[in-house]
């Protein structure tokens, strides 16, 4: 008999002994007491890092294409803060255009080994010219270079023909500097609605959702 693909329910069994190692994980309770999400989520990624085998800062990315239907891929967070979450494209690619046109997304970041999620929804705004060089300069020399290299989400014949324009590219700059690309830029998702979400047994899990009221934040437990 072969293995199924996807795998049953957990059994009462399972549940009881996994309870453990939820509750290790996930029993603070002093949670329900805080007054703004941006502190929360900076522990939570942090626990995250110490955790997570590969990167603890990917997250998946919703927007809405201009049939309305959603569209969604993953990224790299690059920075938080009061302001928002930040991350970097291309403003030509597939999701460039989309949040042009549609300046809102949903985020979810899923941390496997600590069984948490967390949900962000809101309005997105360009970061500055200043943040985007900023973080631009701060990358590998040949991720620079291949921003100017790579047509992001336009069709290619294969993978010799992007070699071929890295080779391009790497050619032109030689040893000089390589500028930000006016098309590579950065977005912050501005939030609205922030939800913390981790697992506890028999799917009764815990839920807290922070909704921006002004400059303040309200907090609700909510039912699993």
Do not use: C
């Not at 990224?75 to 690619?93: H, I, P």
């Amino acid at each position: 008999m072969t293995t199924p693909v996807i795998p049953p329910s957990p059994s009462r069994e399972e549940y009881a002994r996994d309870y453990a190692a939820a509750l290790a994980a996930n029993g603070d309770e002093s949670i329900w007491s805080r007054e703004e999400p941006i502190g929360l989520f900076i522990e939570w990624l942090g626990q995250a890092r110490a955790h997570e085998i590969n990167d603890p800062n990917a997250m998946t990315l919703a927007t809405v294409d201009a049939d309305g239907l959603p569209d969604a891929r993953m990224v790299l967070l690059k920075d938080v803060d009061a302001r928002g979450f930040t991350f970097y494209s291309n403003r030509e690619s597939a999701k460039g255009m989309q949040l042009n046109a549609r300046p809102a997304a949903a985020l979810v970041f899923h941390w496997k080994s600590l069984r948490r999620q967390v949900r962000v929804r809101g309005a997105v705004e360009p970061v500055s010219a200043q943040e985007a060089d900023a973080y631009f300069a701060s990358r590998a020399r040949e991720s620079r270079i291949g921003a100017w290299a790579s047509d992001q989400s336009r069709s290619i014949a294969d993978r010799r023909a992007l070699e071929a324009a890295v080779a391009r590219e790497t050619a032109r700059f030689g040893d000089g500097e390589v500028p930000r690309p006016e098309r590579w830029t950065g977005w912050r998702v501005v939030p609205h609605t922030v939800e913390f979400w981790r697992d506890r047994p028999f799917r009764l899990h815990d839920r807290l959702r922070f909704m921006r009221d002004g400059a303040a934040w309200n907090a609700q437990r909510l039912q699993p």
